[in-house]
């Protein structure tokens, strides 16, 4: 009966794309809201679903526009990623222009964005198919090369188009962290496009879930110093809390 129950979960999301807990829950009247949050569970670690805030979403739906790698990465450490994007989701408030990278996180965090006037840059295409969802965002789409494993773009162009846009603030993701060689990723084009973005914005927010500390990627882009505030998932170890307050950042 349980298997079946999942099972008919999995075929509905699928056909639907995406649905909230009370969506669900007219679906199954008999099932209470902790059975059918389970159930989710389930389905999560099997793969077939992205939990979001309220809801889920079949992964057929994301692999639409994202296909299988992003999709992927999107299931990993899902519910840090999901702490992390409703706390970022409080840092952007009306009428600011910002930049998001193209980061599973980001997507998580455009997803729990309140549909606020605002402009969002971002490099990030499943970024900016999440806000284009929203109609009081104006999104616009850095250009460049499309790196495929993140669906996001970077170009040395881009460093161009900064310096003809401004935005207050940057809300950007690592792959990797340790204090000494600080924060770092996979691709070189895209470390470069991250260091022009840190030294346009005013303010800087780093979303980090703590999976990625004391790990480290070929090519950093920014150190401690060069953030105004960590957004984490809440597990970050005391010693590495300690290094960030005494470099003034706060975290959240």
Partial sequence: MKRERIEEIAEILDKRGKMTLEQLEEFFPSVSQMTLRRDLFQLEEDGRIIRIRGGAMSVKEVQKVSGEAYTKKTTINTDAKIIIAQKAATLIEEGYCAFLDGGTTAMYLAKEMPDIKCTIFTNGLAVAMELAQKKNIKVTVVGGMLMKDNLSTASPASKHYFDISNFQIAIVSATAFTPENGFSCNSQVESD???????????????????????????????????????????????????????????M
Wanted: charged fraction near 30%; avoid cysteine; proline fraction near 3%.
């Fill in 193 to 251: 496009l991250l260091r022009d973005v840190l030294k346009k914005a005013r303010q800087v927010f780093m979303m980090l879930d703590t999976s990625k500390v004391g790990k480290i990627n070929p090519y950093a882009f920014a150190d401690v110093d060069d953030i105004d505030v960590l957004v984490t998932d809440g597990h970050l170890p005391k010693e590495y809390k300690d290094i960030f307050d005494e470099h003034n950042v706060v975290v």
